[in-house]
């Protein structure tokens, strides 16, 4: 998933490069951490499961054909509270801030914060976020990089916005405390177990056949978060090193890969870069998000399909099951100009990463 909010994104990547040599000591030790402990790393994060928790039980969503966060997720976190008798703060909360979410596109930048702190303390996060959004300081001007949390609250500029973004780190930081940090603890064993179940798919199945595309794209490194309240449309960052940030759900569906395929849609967003032809007519910023979102799961079959035709069939059952048993073109709609144009990148693509050169070369 990425939508409208890349330039905030774009920000935040330019300024935490593992390749400037002003990156704060701390963020450049995690970055390193991720180019040395392998290729492809799929793990879980703490404070990316409580800030997608948070936001999957506010129910704040957005407007692609796929859900955000997982309404079954949801229910469960309920269920579980009510049997431990909990009442959160943001269970008191979650209808007035879903409101004042929902009606300010600039809180959709929400929606990939996690990617920008993977790693850190969940309540070192929500103190430096507390303090950015408290502090007037402008991004521009600056002599040093900023932080993450700078550049975050920098997107939320308007008093009313900040005074939105304190109450709901307030309730997420009581969400920790009060239930969440003692609920995953108690989830601790499975979790590694479902880790490594996905850690051993990817190696044996998806990267194989996927390192040709991943070469082309330049694409060098991976870290996969998987995190429980994430729906069937996942987050993706691409870094400055040849690294991306990839979240995807945990579950691992019926036939154990749907994170996996929902990863693959999710690698395709830089295939869309270089595409020419236009997703949809509409011009308005939440149909071109959709048109986009349902591209990069049609761009996902039509790399399948050149790589591998059973992968790409467990694909498409995947994501129509995901959609409620639409064909899968009909739910995932794209203009035969466009598709035809993807298989000529796909194709270009995969015959320059056996020549050696990148996809950029090629085209």
């Given at each position: 998933?990425?939508?409208?909010?890349g330039s905030?994104?774009?920000?935040?990547?330019?300024?935490?490069?593992?390749?400037?040599?002003r990156?704060?000591?701390?963020?450049?030790a995690q970055?390193?951490?991720v180019?040395?402990?392998?290729?492809?790393?799929v793990?879980?994060?703490?404070?990316?499961?409580?800030?997608?928790?948070s936001?999957?039980?506010?129910g704040?969503?957005?407007?692609?054909?796929l859900?955000?966060?997982?309404?079954?997720?949801?229910e469960?976190?309920?269920?579980?509270?009510?049997?431990?008798?909990?009442?959160?703060?943001?269970d008191?909360?979650?209808?007035?801030?879903?409101?004042?979410?929902t009606?300010?596109s600039a809180?959709?930048?929400?929606?990939?914060?996690?990617?920008?702190?993977?790693?850190q303390d969940?309540?070192?996060?929500?103190?430096?976020?507390?303090?950015?959004?408290?502090?007037?300081?402008?991004?521009?001007?600056?002599?040093?990089?900023p932080?993450?949390?700078?550049?975050?609250a920098?997107?939320?500029?308007?008093?009313?916005?900040?005074?939105?973004?304190?109450?709901?780190?307030?309730?997420?930081?009581d969400?920790?405390?009060?239930?969440?940090?003692v609920?995953?603890?108690?989830?601790?064993?499975?979790?590694?177990?479902?880790a490594?179940?996905l850690?051993?798919a990817?190696n044996?199945?998806f990267?194989?056949?996927?390192?040709a595309?991943?070469?082309?794209?330049?694409?060098?490194?991976?870290?996969?978060?998987i995190?429980?309240?994430?729906?069937?449309?996942?987050?993706?960052?691409?870094?400055?090193?040849?690294?991306?940030?990839?979240?995807?759900?945990?579950?691992?569906?019926?036939?154990?890969?749907?994170a996996?395929?929902?990863?693959?849609?999710?690698?395709?967003?830089?295939l869309?870069?270089?595409l020419h032809t236009?997703?949809?007519?509409?011009t308005?910023?939440?149909?071109?998000?959709?048109a986009?979102?349902?591209?990069?799961?049609r761009?996902?079959?039509v790399?399948?399909?050149a790589?591998?035709?059973?992968?790409?069939?467990?694909y498409?059952?995947h994501?129509v099951?995901?959609?409620g048993?639409?064909s899968?073109?009909r739910?995932y709609p794209?203009?035969?100009?466009?598709?035809?144009?993807?298989?000529r990148?796909?194709t270009?693509?995969?015959r320059?990463?056996?020549?050696?050169?990148?996809?950029?070369?090629?085209?």
């Amino acid at each position: 998933m990425r939508r409208c909010f890349g330039s905030v994104a774009a920000l935040v990547v330019s300024a935490l490069s593992p390749s400037s040599p002003r990156l704060p000591n701390a963020l450049h030790a995690q970055q390193t951490e991720v180019r040395l402990a392998g290729e492809w790393i799929v793990t879980r994060d703490p404070f990316a499961d409580l800030w997608f928790h948070s936001l999957a039980v506010i129910g704040y969503e957005g407007y692609g054909p796929l859900g955000l966060y997982d309404a079954r997720y949801a229910e469960r976190v309920v269920a579980a509270k009510t049997r431990a008798h909990v009442k959160t703060t943001l269970d008191r909360r979650a209808v007035a801030l879903r409101d004042r979410l929902t009606a300010d596109s600039a809180f959709e930048v929400l929606h990939f914060l996690p990617l920008y702190f993977v790693g850190q303390d969940p309540t070192l996060v929500l103190a430096a976020l507390r303090d950015a959004i408290r502090s007037d300081v402008s991004v521009s001007g600056r002599r040093s990089p900023p932080s993450a949390a700078t550049i975050i609250a920098a997107a939320l500029p308007t008093a009313q916005e900040r005074g939105v973004m304190s109450a709901l780190i307030d309730a997420v930081e009581d969400e920790w405390v009060a239930f969440l940090r003692v609920d995953r603890m108690s989830h601790a064993t499975q979790d590694r177990s479902n880790a490594q179940a996905l850690q051993s798919a990817w190696n044996e199945r998806f990267a194989p056949v996927l390192q040709a595309y991943l070469t082309a794209m330049s694409i060098e490194r991976g870290r996969v978060l998987i995190s429980p309240a994430i729906g069937t449309e996942g987050r993706f960052v691409r870094e400055a090193n040849g690294a991306v940030i990839i979240v995807v759900s945990s579950d691992p569906g019926t036939a154990g890969h749907a994170a996996l395929q929902a990863l693959v849609s999710e690698l395709t967003f830089p295939l869309l870069d270089q595409l020419h032809t236009p997703l949809s007519a509409a011009t308005p910023r939440v149909a071109a998000a959709q048109a986009r979102d349902a591209a990069a799961v049609r761009a996902g079959a039509v790399l399948l399909d050149a790589l591998d035709a059973p992968l790409a069939a467990e694909y498409r059952r995947h994501f129509v099951d995901a959609i409620g048993g639409r064909s899968f073109e009909r739910a995932y709609p794209l203009s035969n100009e466009a598709e035809m144009e993807l298989k000529r990148l796909v194709t270009s693509a995969i015959r320059g990463a056996a020549s050696g050169r990148t996809s950029y070369e090629n085209y």
